[in-house]
């Protein structure tokens, strides 16, 4: 059958065919007509059947007839059944229209009930550069539906700074439904705080809810005035919702201010706030906070996520019995507390450690290096010019089967790092893993032995192979080979010409 039939076919079936029928037709005259047809599936539009006009909208989207479509799948957007609705809305979508009815039947599909339309609406919205409806997209901020929440709030973002909507979160941000409400604190302008700051303040421990309560602080912290840290301060001795005290100690914790040592010595046993309460002890630092965060370290009751809280608040205080209430914490169960004391010892590697200190945090940090992968390179910063670690970093090099310990233990022994009476032998190693399966451990190969050879200032034997090796290594995939490649043959070059 030729198209010509076909178009034949259709029309007469949107003419006498039945319920099930008419559809179809008006979809394939769609596909296969032309501009003419525009005027059948506009017809087909007000059939009395909801399964024909939604036929008729998917037509029009696929005809690709914009001109005077406005008027039709604007009213099909406001149908009473919702796959008309949907597929309208897709098909004006579809065919990029921009009149003033479109965009305001998108804003009315904002607040429609089904949320694959509040979606569209969003989604074309967007495209055509405008808002919509303010006050309803704000709104969806608010949306039980995660793509429409997201959606609705990148929006608002995006148009901040027109004033209906501008106004809206202003709004919002005082009255506004619950979780509209939390994103409205947010991203509350701050020349509007003033005007609404006793309000603020009063909800701060008289709202019911526990995220607009923390909403409430993250927005008010911002807020550099002597009488709003008062009240903050105030309101966490008032509160007793874990999450927002946890929210409050994470937020006012980087002060140091006293004030957070008695609310955070009571929440120090508590699950959820537990850690932000060893943070915020650390933060203030003085004899009482110490005293509380050693205990801690030392009691094998201590949760896992507040010792490693703990750990790491311990370690930025720098104090004396640090890396001796630290290092044990790396052989623990829980993983959190691992990385807990690895972060707590970095944050001490920058003042570097003391000579008593070095050789045990060197093997310890040695043996557990391939605990968790995604501390290696913390681990590695804390060995860097630890020459106690060399020895371990050797017998490790060709014992892990971890190509990211391996890359971090030939980095440490590269002797830009750190040297020891072993460091002249150590070019065996380099040379051996420039065949390494994984390029990152090839990486510091080669720049372990550029450097070796101007550490040493010596050519190693056999160097005419290794030239071999390292020319071919100029040609591989990844540039940070070729360039390591390239660094290792001009020292092999400098070296030669001295």
Not at 162 to 177: F, H
Not at 294 to 314: N, S, V
Request: proline content about 6%; charged content about 25%.
């Amino acid at each position: 059958m030729t198209a010509e039939h076909q178009i034949a076919f259709f029309l007469r079936e949107l003419e006498t065919g039945d319920t099930w029928r008419r559809p179809a037709a008006a979809k394939g005259l769609g596909k296969l007509g032309a501009a003419e047809h525009a005027a059948v599936l506009v017809r087909a539009a007000a059939d009395p059947a909801p399964e024909v006009r939604e036929g008729a909208a998917v037509g029009l989207g696929r005809l690709g007839v914009s001109t005077t479509m406005a008027e039709t799948l604007s009213a099909l957007m406001d149908d009473d059944d919702p796959w008309v609705r949907r597929k309208a809305s897709l098909a004006s979508l579809r065919l990029g229209l921009r009149d003033l009815e479109i965009v305001h039947a998108y804003g009315r599909l904002l607040g429609d009930p089904d949320y694959h339309l509040r979606i569209n609406a969003l989604d074309a919205l967007r495209e055509l550069g405008v808002p919509g409806d303010g006050p309803a997209l704000v709104r969806l901020m608010g949306d039980p539906v995660p793509g429409v929440q997201g959606r609705a709030h990148a929006m608002v973002l995006e148009f901040r700074q027109a004033p209906d909507i501008e106004a809206e979160v202003v709004r919002t941000a005082q009255w506004g439904e619950e979780d509209a409400r939390v994103r409205a604190l947010w991203m509350l302008p701050d020349q509007h705080v003033d005007r609404l700051l006793p309000s603020l303040l009063r909800d701060l421990t008289g709202d019911p809810s526990p995220e607009v309560r923390c909403a409430l602080v993250f927005r008010l912290k911002r807020v550099d005035r002597r009488e709003v840290q008062d009240a903050l301060f105030a309101a966490l001795e008032a509160e007793r919702d874990p999450n927002v005290v946890s929210q409050f100690l994470f937020l006012l914790g980087r002060s140091g201010d006293e004030r957070l040592l008695g609310p955070a010595s009571r929440w120090l046993n508590d699950e959820g706030a537990g850690p932000s309460a060893a943070a915020a002890l650390g933060s203030v630092g003085n004899k009482a906070a110490t005293r509380l965060l050693r205990a801690l370290l030392t009691d094998r009751t201590t949760a896992a996520p507040t010792l490693r809280a703990a750990a790491m608040a311990y370690g930025e205080m720098g104090r004396w019995d640090a890396v001796w209430l630290l290092l044990p914490l790396l052989d623990h169960a829980a993983p959190d507390v691992y990385e807990g004391a690895v972060r707590g010892l970095d944050a001490m590697a920058g003042t570097g450690f003391r000579p008593w200190e070095r050789g045990a945090v060197a093997r310890a940090l040695v043996a557990g290096l391939g605990a968790d992968r995604t501390l290696v390179g913390v681990a590695e910063r804390v060995l860097a010019g630890l020459a106690e670690a060399l020895p371990g970093l050797r017998e490790l090099v060709d014992r892990t089967t971890s190509p990211m310990v391996r890359a971090a233990a030939l980095s440490l022994l590269d002797p830009r790092n750190a040297t020891d009476a072993g460091t002249p032998h150590d070019l065996p190693l380099f040379v051996r893993h420039l065949d390494d399966e994984d390029w990152w451990v090839r990486k510091a190969a080669a720049e372990g032995i550029a450097h070796w050879v101007e550490e040493t200032g010596t050519l190693p034997p056999g160097e005419e192979r290794l030239r071999d090796r390292l020319a071919a290594l100029e040609s591989a995939p990844f540039a940070s080979v070729r360039e390591a490649a390239a660094e290792t043959l001009r020292a092999l070059d400098g070296c030669r010409s001295s």
